[in-house]
């Protein structure tokens, strides 16, 4: 019975022993590119935020999202695939980002009605508070990949 009752607990109380650790995770961000040899310096503007946060987001938005929200979702497993690439590098957490950053990019482009960059790169940094400043360690940054690939769905 006390099997069970450790099993239903974390269920009905997701922040009971939820982590195993608690540490930085990594954000993503992005850089477009004309060429797959060309990459952007660190501090580079091309780098963008991936999925930015709403600045502000209405008490209705907010009751629905708290509720119904499969974008946070997906955002919050591309959080759990760049966990992983820099815990255990493998081929399936940078297939999956790889795989909704150009889904991003289709519908960004489909939204501006215009042509993105035929390459693009992703990098994982570390965001951490030094004093008053925020310090941003670039920890891992992929090859060049088509913004188009036939092959993925």
């Known amino acids: 019975?006390?099997?069970v009752v450790k099993l239903v607990m974390p269920a009905l109380?997701?922040?009971?022993?939820?982590?195993?650790?608690i540490a930085p995770s990594p954000r993503i961000e992005l850089a477009l590119a004309d060429t797959p040899d060309t990459e952007p310096p660190a501090d580079d503007p091309a780098w963008r935020?991936?999925?930015?946060l709403r600045a502000r987001l209405g008490p209705v938005a907010r009751v629905v999202s708290f509720f119904w929200n499969p974008?946070?979702?997906?955002?919050?497993?591309?959080a759990t695939c760049a966990e992983r690439l820099m815990q255990d590098p493998s081929e399936h957490?940078?297939?999956?980002?790889?795989?909704?950053?150009r889904r991003d990019l289709a519908m960004q482009e489909r939204a501006a009605q215009g042509r993105a960059a035929p390459y693009f790169r992703f990098r994982l940094v570390f965001v951490s508070r030094e004093g008053a400043r925020l310090r941003r360690d670039v920890a891992y940054v992929s090859p060049a990949y088509p913004t188009l690939d036939p092959q993925e769905p």
């Open 1 to 3: 019975m006390l099997d």
């Open 13 to 21: 109380f997701p922040s009971w022993r939820f982590f195993d650790v």
């Open 49 to 52: 935020e991936c999925r930015p």
């Open 71 to 78: 974008h946070w979702n997906e955002t919050l497993y591309l």
């Open 93 to 101: 957490s940078s297939r999956e980002i790889r795989r909704r950053l």
